[in-house]
T-cell receptor, first 113, second 109 residues
Framework: SQTIHQWPATLVQPVGSPLSLECTVEGTSNPNLYWYRQAAGRGLQLLFYSVGIGQISSEVPQNLSASRPQDRQFILSSKKLLLSDSGFYLC????????????FGPGTRLLVL | QKEVEQDPGPLSVPEGAIVSLNCTYSNSAFQYFMWYRQYSRKGPELLMYTYSSGNKEDGRFTAQVDKSSKYISLFIRDSQPSDSATYLCAIYGAQKLVFGQGTRLTINP
């Protein structure tokens, strides 16, 4: 069966510091990978998605970037965090070509102070 | 106009009640319709998805789609306290999954 991991679970960072969140998927090959942000009481906002190694599409211009160095690894980064980057970050995967059934990881709660 | 509209609630019902959760959408090109359940401080869990208009049943859960009205529903029968969560509708089209705001549901014992 497939499993998706995210870490860390919780992170508190000062404004201006760098960020690196990691997501890995087990039990599948060549998945589509996604990064979402969920603000309190709001729906999920798609940030980035990837259909393969090194292929990243950005949905929202922002202070964040994403990379996919390996088939089942997806990283969300920032060089300098802003207060507005606080939120709940979720990684998801789907089978290649099947983007309507996405499966989510446990999420990372980020608080920027 | 938002692509997907969902009443955020909160919705509170007694145990055993039938719960109805709803979303409307604006783009008739949307093809797939999903419901996710999200417990507090957890990632969303896919409950059901459907493609066509009509009903799809899975245990106590029924998903209903009316493409002519651009309206989707999730019904929960014999609701349990463990069903207390936020329920998100999600609609897929043009290689994009768009989520509703989520409805917070509480089932009272």
């Amino acid at each position: 069966s497939q499993t998706i991991h995210q870490w860390p679970a919780t992170l508190v960072q000062p404004v201006g510091s760098p960020l690196s969140l990691e997501c890995t998927v087990e039990g599948t090959s060549n998945p589509n990978l996604y990064w979402y942000r969920q603000a309190a009481g709001r729906g999920l906002q798609l940030l980035f998605y990837s259909v393969g190694i090194g292929q990243i599409s950005s949905e929202v211009p922002q202070n964040l970037s994403a990379s996919r160095p390996q088939d089942r690894q997806f990283i969300l980064s920032s060089k300098k965090l802003l207060l507005s980057d606080s939120g709940f970050y979720l990684c998801a995967w789907s089978v290649s070509g099947g983007g309507w059934t996405q499966y989510f990881g446990p999420g990372t709660r980020l608080l920027v102070l | 106009q938002k692509e997907v509209e969902q009443d955020p609630g909160p919705l509170s019902v007694p145990e055993g009640a039938i719960v109805s959760l709803n979303c409307t959408y604006s783009n008739s090109a949307f093809q797939y319709f999903m419901w996710y359940r999200q417990y507090s401080r957890k990632g969303p869990e896919l409950l059901m998805y459907t493609y066509s208009s009509g009903n799809k049943e899975d245990g106590r859960f029924t998903a209903q789609v009316d493409k002519s009205s651009k309206y989707i529903s999730l019904f929960i029968r014999d609701s349990q306290p463990s069903d207390s969560a936020t329920y998100l509708c999600a609609i897929y089209g043009a290689q994009k999954l768009v989520f509703g705001q989520g409805t917070r549901l509480t089932i009272n014992p």
